[in-house]
């Protein structure tokens, strides 16, 4: 609750209550150094003195928050990389067992354009629910399980409470990007076809 120090204690007042003290002072400054200066200088005043930057930056920079990052950020990039590997894998494999009918469609004037055309129909079904299950599973996961292992330098859960918030801009980016990388797969993989190798052959 936000009131008013003079409001509040004129209220206090008027009720005959004990007005209550000031416990902390918010002060906004240029520098705060010189006022931390002051308050180390006299110590009887039982003050302690914090800067919202530094404790920001404290927070930021705390080794175990940055092996959390590091750790779900390598995690991430491996399974990206296991997922782009196995895309690759299933396509290559799928093409190599459908070669007689690349052939036959190769025979009667299939274009490259209409050879890439067909299997992008194909792949986008699969990239599309991949791309959308995967998302919807990591917005899920991340609610979860982000406010739970998310701990203060002694362990003990943060306070206030830990906000999840998904990055919406920077995974629209990502997304595209992982789709690029998969849609030149599927055209070169149509490539291939098309010439009548395969990734097997080269």
């Known amino acids: 609750m936000l009131a008013d120090w003079e409001s509040l204690h004129a209220y206090e007042l008027a009720a005959a209550q004990?007005?209550?003290?000031?416990?902390?002072?918010?002060?906004a400054t240029p520098d705060s150094a010189p006022a931390r200066q002051v308050l180390r200088r006299n110590p009887q005043w039982d003050v302690t003195a914090v800067d919202r930057h530094e404790l920001a930056a404290?927070?930021?920079?705390?080794?175990?928050?940055?092996?959390?990052?590091?750790?779900?950020?390598?995690?991430?990039?491996?399974?990206?990389?296991?997922?782009?590997?196995?895309?690759?894998?299933?396509?290559?494999?799928?093409?190599?067992?459908?070669?007689?009918?690349?052939?036959?469609?190769?025979?009667?004037?299939?274009?490259?354009r209409q050879m890439a055309g067909l299997l992008a129909t194909e792949q986008a079904f699969v990239i599309g629910l991949s791309l959308a299950s995967g998302t919807a599973l990591a917005v899920a996961v991340g609610g979860l399980v982000v406010p739970r292992i998310v701990l203060s330098g002694q362990a003990a859960a943060v306070v206030p409470d830990v906000l999840f918030r998904f990055p919406w801009a920077s995974v629209a980016v990502l997304l595209a990007v992982v789709t690029a990388v998969l849609a030149v797969i599927v055209a070169g993989l149509a490539r291939r076809m098309w010439r009548g190798q395969s990734l097997e052959e080269r």
């Open 18 to 27: 004990p007005s209550r003290p000031a416990t902390e002072w918010w002060l």
């Open 58 to 112: 404290k927070l930021r920079d705390d080794p175990l928050a940055g092996a959390l990052r590091g750790g779900l950020t390598l995690g991430f990039a491996a399974a990206l990389g296991f997922a782009v590997l196995g895309f690759l894998v299933n396509a290559v494999a799928a093409a190599r067992e459908r070669r007689a009918e690349f052939a036959v469609l190769r025979a009667l004037g299939t274009g490259l």
